[in-house]
């Protein structure tokens, strides 16, 4: 599944980097509204029978501003790497848990995935046209205690009554993070039928920096009405992202999806060791696929969409086969 994700991504391109010149230069209105989103990711929404395990848990809050509030100086660099567009900024703050697959076991297992806490407050300048969504962002933040994993994970186990996992004493110990994000997503219409639109959304990504270094591509096939209402689903990255930006261009949008990337993976500071940090290290695989199908619905300027993820193993050994969970956002306009 790796390669076949890797290859259908890349295939996608060349695509979307036609369409660009076709229509990037048209602009669409003004949107003066701030967008707040909450969201949370979970494994335990999988079909496994191993819950906490590798990417537990993901909680975001974001915000983003309406296409008038960007300082000017922004709006020219912004325009100066993209091209002319409607720009945006905003932020948000991550907090990610990883496990190994087993928890309980100590000191744990050293061939899987290690502890690790990561929290990030990322700055992202989005620049918008009729048919593209441009994308720089600075994440800053930790990874390790001070990123409060163990706090969160165990005290939600105490709420639903639910043991402890014991291996977090062997977490990644605090590390400063600094990541670099530069996306793009193209819009590409395919056929009206019956009331219905169609259309596919490649994307491609690159991330820099002392968290992870990665390329990404891939793409969504979208069914429902109101398409132009945004640039799909948000999620945490790595992942296909549509940003938490959405204009509703009817009363009642709603859309259908089914998606797909391939990461081609150079470093990854949660799985191997780096010259500030000993602590835990695993063997990586360098490509990694994502699967990932839900709904979205607006209505009343809010958006709610659902996310199932199905990921490609990360590491070399690791356990339980695929691996499955749930993503929820909700968006409100105001």
Do not use: C
């Not at 491609?204 to 990404?216: E, I, T």
Request: glycine share 14%.
């Amino acid at each position: 599944m790796r390669f076949q994700s890797i290859r259908f991504a890349l295939a996608a391109l060349p695509l979307a980097l036609a369409a660009t010149r076709a229509g990037a230069q048209s602009l669409p209105p003004p949107d003066t509204a701030n967008i707040v989103t909450l969201q949370d990711e979970n494994a335990s929404i999988s079909p496994n029978r191993l819950t906490d395990r590798y990417y537990v848990n993901g909680l975001r809050l974001g915000w983003i501003s309406g296409t008038d509030a960007v300082p000017g100086f922004l709006e020219q660099l912004n325009q100066s790497i993209w091209g002319p567009g409607l720009s945006r900024i905003g932020f948000d703050l991550t907090q990610q848990i990883y496990t190994p697959a087993d928890t309980q076991a100590v000191p744990p297992d050293p061939h899987d995935r290690p502890y690790a806490g990561v929290l990030l407050g990322t700055f992202t300048l989005t620049n918008d046209t009729a048919s593209t969504r441009s994308t720089l962002g600075l994440s800053l933040g930790i990874v390790g205690p001070g990123a409060g994993g163990e706090g969160l994970q165990n005290g939600f186990h105490d709420l639903i009554g639910q043991q402890h996992d014991l291996g977090w004493g062997y977490q990644i110990q605090n590390t400063p993070a600094i990541e670099g994000l530069a996306e793009r997503i193209w819009r590409l219409p395919i056929a009206a039928f019956g009331g219905l639109e169609t259309d596919f959304l490649p994307e491609a990504s690159l991330g820099v920096g002392n968290l992870r270094d990665y390329v990404q591509a891939g793409g969504t096939f979208r069914i429902g009405q109101g398409l132009d209402s945004d640039f799909g689903v948000v999620r945490p990255r790595p992942g296909l992202s549509g940003g938490d930006a959405f204009t509703p261009v009817r009363p009642f949008a709603w859309y259908v999806f089914a998606g797909a990337d391939g990461q081609a993976v150079a470093y990854d500071l949660l799985l191997q060791s780096n010259p500030f940090r000993g602590g835990p290290k695993v063997p990586k695989i360098w490509d990694v696929g994502e699967l990932q199908g839900g709904l979205a619905l607006m209505a009343f300027g809010a958006r709610l969409t659902y996310t199932q993820i199905v990921q490609t193993q990360e590491l070399h050994g690791q356990h339980g086969g695929l691996h499955t969970l749930g993503s929820l956002a909700l968006s409100v306009r105001f």
